[in-house]
């Protein structure tokens, strides 16, 4: 065995003290072909300060090869030494066969630094040097990708000819940029010829996504199914599931979905109002209620939930309930105009008039052009007894819909008290 091999044997055994003395015997005796498998070999293992030794011993000897001072640059690079393996690259002019690896490195250190239009530069630069090499068109994807301009990266995705470069699958990209591009039909090909060779669910979700934003909900709610049945922990699936069935009219399986993502998802507020909404939908108003209340405790100024609740509230005749809600959520810093007309209604039930006037009041600086308000507000205004004010209430949804018989009569009978 020789001393690379038992350097190894003892790095990997732990045995560092023994590994560093078989390094400095290396470095003492070894050929400069030995010496550069060391190097090779010990950046691999992630000893790249002593890779660096080794390079930088070759590289004295060699300065003419441009490739020991790239590998140098990949290591200083390794070990977040930015200034250094700048400067090694620097040296690698583009005459070098070695020039566009140095670009490639150069544009990802430009990139760890936040300077993305530098490395854009150095990318095409090493482009330009060698437009067949299907790394360098990877590289320049996978960086159009990430700053979001897809049409520039599925020119270069398309160009590649392999199926998956560095654990990337490119169908799967190519489905991802046209998708994120608005391009929802052309992305489902590439999602399907992905999901050929693993149905992962990270890519089952995606194309799940693609095909329900498609309008293709029937497939986006088979894809969702699969999903939740190689992962229900998948929570993010059962939202969409429930849409997707939602949208094909298929209430029941909706409501079934939502309530399956709860149980699994006891903390997603927008879920419990999703299930809410479709309890409504099958007219469990019970259910719904628990719903409600469930997203409000999980969130107390969640106002989605609570303007919803408040109606069915007050459609039931709890107006203490619905104060109550009103009361909470305002606690919590939150507010919304609905709330005046709400607590008119509810003061309004509780037969507490006074209060029911002064919050009519408040939302009709809000609701003075809404008609349901107003029907509300000035119904509320006859019964007591406010005939001038329930005359201008009423005479706002006369010129809404003139033709409005209840309306009519009303403000005859006003005109003549």
Known sequence: MNQIDQMIDHLHAGSLEEAMQLFQEIKRTATDEEKYDAAEALFGLGFQEKSIELYEDLIELYPEETELIVLKAEAHAELDQIEEAMEC???????????????????????????????????????????????????????????????????????????????????????ECYSAGGSFEEALPYYEEALENERDAETLFQYGFTAYQAGHHLTAAEVFEELIELDPEYNSAYKLLAHSYEHEEEISLALEAAEKGVSHDPFNKELFLTAAKLALKSADEAKAETFLREAIA???????????????????????????????????????????????????????????????????????DHTDFLQDYGNFLLEEGRQQEALEVYLKLSDRDPANEEWQMNIEHLRQE
Not at 91 to 118: C, N, P, W
Not at 157 to 167: F, N
Not at 319 to 340: A, K, M, N, Y
């Open 298 to 368: 999980i969130d107390p100024d969640y106002l989605e939930a609570a303007l919803i609740l408040n109606k069915i509230l007050l459609r039931q005749e709890k107006p203490d309930e619905c104060l109550d809600i009103i009361h909470t959520v305002r606690e919590s810093g939150e507010d919304d105009p609905q709330f005046l007309w709400d607590a008119a209604k509810a003061f309004e039930l509780k037969e507490e008039f006074s209060e029911a006037a002064e919050e009519y009041k408040k939302a009709y600086v809000v609701y003075n």
């Open 89 to 175: 690259l620097e040296k690698i002019t583009e005459t070098s066969e070695f020039f566009s690896r140095a670009m490639l490195l150069s544009a990802d250190l430009y990139h760890m630094q936040g300077l993305h239009e530098v490395s854009e530069q150095k990318l095409l630069k090493a482009y330009e040097t060698d437009k067949s090499e299907e790394v360098i068109q990877f590289a320049l994807a996978e960086f159009y990708i990430q700053q979001g301009r897809f049409l520039e990266a599925i020119r270069y995705y398309k160009m590649l000819t392999e199926s998956e470069i560095a654990g990337v699958v490119i169908s799967k990209r190519l489905g």
